[in-house]
């Protein structure tokens, strides 16, 4: 069992940045794929920005609505993940939930039913 805990959500204006973080439990978080996802309210859940262990190195990739605005990041030290947003729209208002598949190695997955483990969630509201 995998326990994920995230952080940072906030209500934010326009063009503004917020750094989330998901906290995770286990020993072997290195090898974890993990993943952000996002849903808003009336909508499904989307992909935003996933991090695996590719083998040789970590592969990193935001969905292409969001690159280069949001950034994923990991620690292995701190056995966390992290989102940093910035220039925030109000279409990115959501909660966003931070996921993972435990001793993993390959490519990014963006299909949150692949995920095992996922976070309660944080609210992120971007006021116009």
């Known amino acids: 069992q995998v326990q994920l805990v995230e952080s940072g959500g906030g209500l934010v204006q326009a063009g503004g940045s917020l750094r989330l973080s998901c906290a995770t439990s286990g020993q072997s978080f290195s090898r974890y794929a993990m993943g952000w996802f996002r849903q808003a309210p009336g909508k499904e859940r989307e992909f935003v920005a996933g991090n695996t262990w590719g083998g040789h190195n970590y592969w990193a990739e935001v969905a292409d609505s969001m690159k280069g605005r949001f950034i994923i990041s990991r620690d292995n030290a701190k056995n966390t993940v992290y989102l940093q947003m910035n220039s925030l729209k109000p279409e990115d208002t959501a909660v966003y939930y931070c996921?993972?598949?435990?001793?993993?190695?390959?490519?990014?997955?963006?299909?949150?039913?692949?995920?095992?483990?996922w976070g309660q969630g944080t609210q992120v509201t971007v006021s116009s």
């Open positions: 996921a993972v598949v435990p001793s993993y190695i390959g490519s990014v997955i963006r299909s949150d039913k692949s995920y095992v483990y």
